[in-house]
């Protein structure tokens, strides 16, 4: 059994498709893990661990052999947490407008109405604006619930630099704000 990812990839890549099960076994409980902190429901990790070994194979050419195949195959599980996070946000808050607007009074403050339903779409912009590495830990804060030290751990990453981001993606959200209130 050879321990090296990069050489089960090589493998792989040769057509040797019974190696990819090795990588998957060697790595599927820290996916798993992501996918239970970022889902909460043992049922939605499972799903994402699977998606995440799907796509990682699909696109297994691209894995350079520069860095770790382990760090390659995290920035896959990222950039579908984030993708997932913006679908499920981007209906939350489609589901939050019909709702506001179907339980508005017509003979109430229309102007109201659309004011609030304005704002939350800024809001949202601001959000779909962040760059992927905050609108993920914003998510997982603020949505979530997650602690730092939870976040930290589940990225990999030291907790001040969970801080660090949580605190610059304020202020992006804030100046972005800021930018629409001046409009």
Same mark, same amino acid.
């Given at each position: 059994?050879?321990?090296? /990812?990069?050489?089960?990839?090589?493998?792989?890549?040769?057509?040797?498709?019974?190696?990819?099960?090795?990588?998957?076994?060697?790595?599927?409980?820290?996916?798993?893990?992501?996918?239970?902190?970022?889902?909460?429901?043992?049922? /939605?990790?499972?799903?994402?661990?699977?998606?995440?070994?799907?796509?990682?194979?699909?696109?297994?050419?691209?894995?350079?052999?520069?860095?770790?195949?382990?760090?390659?195959?995290?920035?896959?599980?990222?950039?579908?947490?984030?993708?997932?996070?913006?679908?499920?946000?981007s209906k939350l808050v489609d589901?939050?407008?019909?709702?506001?607007?179907?339980?508005? /009074?017509?003979?109430?403050?229309?102007?109201?109405?659309?004011?609030?339903?304005?704002?939350?779409?800024?809001?949202?912009?601001?959000?779909?604006?962040?760059?992927?590495?905050?609108?993920?830990?914003?998510?997982?804060?603020?949505?979530?619930?997650?602690?730092y030290p939870e976040i930290a751990?589940?990225?990999?990453?030291?907790?001040?630099?969970?801080?660090?981001?949580?605190?610059?993606?304020?202020?992006?959200?804030?100046?972005?704000?800021?930018?629409?209130?001046?409009?």
């Open positions: 059994m050879e321990n090296d /990812d990069a050489a089960l990839v090589r493998r792989v890549l040769a057509g040797e498709t019974e190696a990819y099960r090795t990588l998957v076994k060697r790595h599927q409980e820290r996916i798993f893990y992501v996918g239970l902190k970022f889902f909460r429901r043992f049922e /939605d990790a499972e799903d994402f661990a699977q998606e995440v070994f799907l796509r990682a194979f699909e696109r297994l050419a691209s894995f350079a052999g520069q860095g770790s195949f382990a760090g390659w195959l995290y920035r896959v599980a990222f950039n579908l947490a984030v993708n997932s996070y913006r679908r499920a946000r589901e939050l407008r019909q709702e506001a607007l179907a339980d508005a /009074d017509p003979a109430s403050d229309v102007e109201g109405s659309v004011v609030s339903a304005e704002s939350a779409g800024r809001i949202n912009e601001a959000l779909e604006r962040l760059p992927n590495r905050y609108a993920l830990i914003v998510k997982m804060h603020f949505f979530d619930g997650l602690s751990d589940i990225l990999d990453m030291p907790v001040n630099t969970v801080k660090s981001h949580v605190f610059r993606a304020k202020g992006l959200i804030r100046s972005l704000l800021a930018e629409y209130m001046e409009d």
